[in-house]
């Protein structure tokens, strides 16, 4: 998978040779948000732009919304070429999971570059891979710091801060908040902790339908008294589909939790669909759609109602659960802690009493550290 980035850099910098305008290496300035919508617009049937073009178009909006230069403007322009089509949200999806996958290769590139740098310091050559050119240093470094600032920003560091793809988004709440978005026909969206939608445009034959994507994090939707119009949520690679019907989806990164509370609704992944009706729930991932099961709704629904709920849960999902509620991050440093059941009921608005009552009910002990950090062990 990442010989498509290698390909796609390769064909760049052959494009830069030949001193094509919109062509850049990796270390150079990357190409603008107006250049890139450009060749959107220009095409007058977006919608069929060649998958090859397309994923072009989603590498060269990683690099450059990764380069440092990118502003608020692009940030919008970005969303806008997402919501052309599912087509084009997969591409960007895609290019940023490669981009991922190169953070190894760029971290090897740096640590040799590092060293051939000292080495050349101290006057002589580096004896780490059997050394490296100038060109192939400066290459090295610069792909290196680029992947690693495009890591830190499509992947921020243990969730501490919103990713590109969330601060794209059309709404989004920040830690503990909760926000009520109205859309058009009837259909309401609640968000919890953490979470980001964005509005879709109907598809082809989809005049009579709502479409959402749940970036990150949890909502719930009513979609209610008008059965004719569909609303569909899309997240990762599958969508739940709904004409009369409240339901739940959550969606941390790896999987996708759907539950449906009332009415009626279809789940479609890779092909394969799905029916759920009240007090039933199911659970995809990038490459699997497992089984609707019965669950009760009092968990689910908690934090409508500003609660958070567990019933015989092990400590360390608690504390997962915990941190999606509170500034920084509350780390479990014993495993066999990790694993004892807890019975218990929290309040969101008062998240900080969490720690306070654990260490009185477990015996943890509790360390403390700037940036709301604090281990439990």
Not at 266 to 282: D, P, Y
Not at 337 to 357: K, S
Request: glycine share 8%.
């Amino acid at each position: 998978m990442v010989s498509g980035w290698a390909e796609f850099l390769r064909d760049r910098s052959v494009r830069r040779r030949k001193n094509r305008p919109y062509s850049r290496g990796v270390g150079g300035p990357a190409p603008s948000a107006q250049t890139i919508s450009n060749r959107v617009t220009m095409s007058p049937q977006p919608a069929k732009v060649e998958p090859e073009a397309l994923k072009s178009e989603a590498y060269e909006w990683v690099l450059r919304l990764t380069s440092g230069e990118a502003t608020a403007a692009d940030v919008q322009a970005l969303n806008r070429w997402r919501r052309i089509s599912r087509a084009h949200r997969q591409a960007f999806a895609e290019a940023n999971l490669l981009w991922d996958q190169l953070r190894p290769a760029a971290a090897e590139s740096l640590s040799r570059s590092a060293a051939a740098s000292q080495a050349f310091a101290r006057g002589r050559p580096s004896t780490s891979g059997g050394g490296l050119g100038r060109r192939a240093f400066l290459g090295g470094a610069l792909a290196a710091s680029a992947a690693a600032v495009g890591y830190v920003a499509m992947r921020p560091p243990l969730g501490l801060w919103p990713s590109l793809s969330e601060m794209a988004a059309d709404f989004r709440t920040g830690v503990g908040q909760q926000k009520e978005v109205a859309l058009r026909h009837n259909v309401l969206v609640r968000l919890n902790t953490r979470s980001s939608i964005a509005v879709l445009a109907a598809g082809a034959g989809e005049a009579k339908a709502d479409r959402v994507e749940l970036i990150s994090g949890e909502a719930a939707i009513a979609a209610m008294d008008d059965a004719s119009r569909q609303v569909t949520v899309v997240a990762a690679q599958g969508e739940t589909i709904a004409s009369n019907a409240r339901f739940n989806v959550r969606y941390d990164g790896q999987m996708v939790c759907v539950t449906c509370l009332e009415g009626d609704l279809r789940v479609e992944h890779l092909g394969r669909a799905a029916g759920l009706r009240s007090h039933e729930q199911i659970v995809y991932t990038a490459y699997d759609l497992g089984s609707v099961v019965s669950v009760g709704l009092d968990t689910v629904t908690a934090w409508e109602r500003g609660l958070l709920v567990f019933r015989n849960d092990p400590l360390a999902r608690v504390i997962e659960e915990v941190n999606r509620y509170r500034p920084g991050r509350i780390f479990l440093m014993n495993k066999e802690l990790g694993r004892r059941p807890v019975l218990a009921t929290f309040r969101i608005d008062r998240i900080d009493e969490v720690v306070p009552r654990l260490q009185a009910v477990f015996g943890v002990q509790v360390k403390t550290l700037p940036g709301g950090l604090v281990l439990l062990s």
